[in-house]
């Protein structure tokens, strides 16, 4: 079993498990997938550590099980680290099938994690007839109308299918919106002038009546998030006329900073976030 090796196209990552805990082999499981890397820790055939490039513990551990794709390579070595999982083979494969299978299914409730959920009732009535678990309690103040499923999973800490389930749960007592506010705009250079700070950014007025319509947005906009290839920013905006529906006026110094033309193509949503250092964020230090 020293240096026992594959690809995981012919045989499946919990068959390689199965097969190590059923020889209680220690070392260690190395997996590269195709746009990622992780390893799980054994001791006598049981896992009791797991680590990828995002996670570690029993997250790991479930991401790297799901892996379909890529080449794997058992090295017999003793094992070194703290044990963060404490459940056996049988286990932690049987809850890796259920994630699968409830992942499935919420990804058909909610196909795109870019989408924003947004509870319709404030939080006493929003809970009344409904059971939560302490991890579902834990996200739900993450859902206030600005963070989108990604920005919850990463501010929470939970997994995905952690947040997915709490937001189908209020999708399925009709207490929840799931909403989409993303903007597609043209950039074009901000005119300046004396009394015209280039402190900011502008947006058409119709832009402003559109989020003005979705219910976290109806108390006013400060502030948007741009988004484009290389990055992303937070800054004040103010809407204005003279602009066409699909445009954006950015200051020549921000242009420069992130890297944009005029011309160039932009996402634009409304964002809770303080205004942002535009060097930071094109330097990756998302809001």
Known sequence: MTNLR?????????????????????????????TARGVLYFSSGEIIHAETQSAKGESAAFEILEWVMGHFEFLTTHVQTTATIRRTIPDLLMDSARLQDSRKRLNVIFPRTTAIPWPTLPTPQ????????????????????????????????????AVLQTAAILKDA??????????????????????????????????????????????????VRVVWPEGSAVERVE?????????????????????????????????????????????????
Do not use: C
Request: aromatic fraction near 8%.
């Open 6 to 34: 594959g690809n995981l196209a012919s045989i499946s990552i919990t068959d390689v498990a199965q097969l190590l805990h059923v020889n209680r082999k220690t070392g260690l499981l190395q997996v590269n997938s195709d």
């Open 174 to 223: 009709g207490r929840l919106e799931v909403l989409e506010p993303d903007a597609h705009l043209t950039v074009t250079l901000m005119k300046s002038g004396l009394f015209k700070k280039g402190d900011r950014l502008e947006l058409p007025k119709v832009v402003e009546g559109w989020w003005s319509a979705l219910g976290p947005y109806r108390g006013g906009i400060k502030k």
């Open 239 to 287: 809407f204005v006329t003279g602009l066409t529906d699909k445009q954006i006026a950015i200051p020549r110094e921000f242009m420069q900073v992130w890297g944009l033309a005029e011309g160039s193509h932009v996402k634009v949503r409304p964002s809770l976030a303080p205004p942002s250092n535009p060097k930071a964020d094109h330097l990756g230090m998302m809001p």
């Open 126 to 161: 929003l809970l009344e007839g409904i059971k939560l678990f302490a991890e579902e309690r834990h996200i739900l103040p993450f859902f206030d109308g600005f963070r989108d499923f990604l920005d919850i999973m990463a501010a929470s800490g939970q997994h995905d299918v």
